[in-house]
Nanobody, 126 residues
Framework: VQLEESGGGLVQAGGSLRLSCAAS????????VGWFRQAPGKEREFVAA????????GYVDSVKGRFTISMDNAKNTVFLQMNSLKPEDTAVYYC????????????????????WGQGTQVTVSS
């Protein structure tokens, strides 16, 4: 499966962005999907994950209540709605996918993902 992120950009603190991760080649119905981010000089960090068929979601504590991950199977796209953005959210955001047998499995470890997008830059100004 090929993944392509979009929706990044420059936004002021307190603003919102919606990132999209579009899949081609295969449908997301067999995959768990995650969003990760990497800021300059820092390691790649888990942000959010969703299980197959949208049955389960998980978030890193720093984004809980502000970010929402969702999957639109008809559009074969996973979204990350980001509200109340903070300067510390500035990073390159990546989506990733891995096939899972369970409908409820969340994958939060980046080493377990097999497919990655190219990333999209999110910059939050103070």
């Amino acid at each position: 499966v090929q993944l392509e992120e979009s929706g990044g950009g420059l936004v002021q603190a307190g603003g919102s962005l919606r990132l999209s991760c579009a899949a081609s080649g295969r449908t997301f119905s067999s995959y768990a999907v995650g969003w990760f981010r990497q800021a300059p000089g820092k390691e790649r960090e888990f942000v959010a994950a969703i299980s197959r068929r949208n049955s389960n979601t998980g978030y890193v504590d720093s984004v809980k209540g502000r970010f929402t991950i969702s999957m639109d199977n008809a559009k074969n796209t996973v979204f990350l709605q980001m509200n109340s953005l903070k300067p510390e959210d500035t990073a390159v955001y990546y989506c990733a996918a891995v096939q899972t047998l369970s409908f409820d499995t969340l994958v939060t470890n980046h080493n377990q993902y097999h497919y990655w997008g190219q990333g999209t830059q999110v910059t939050v100004s103070s």
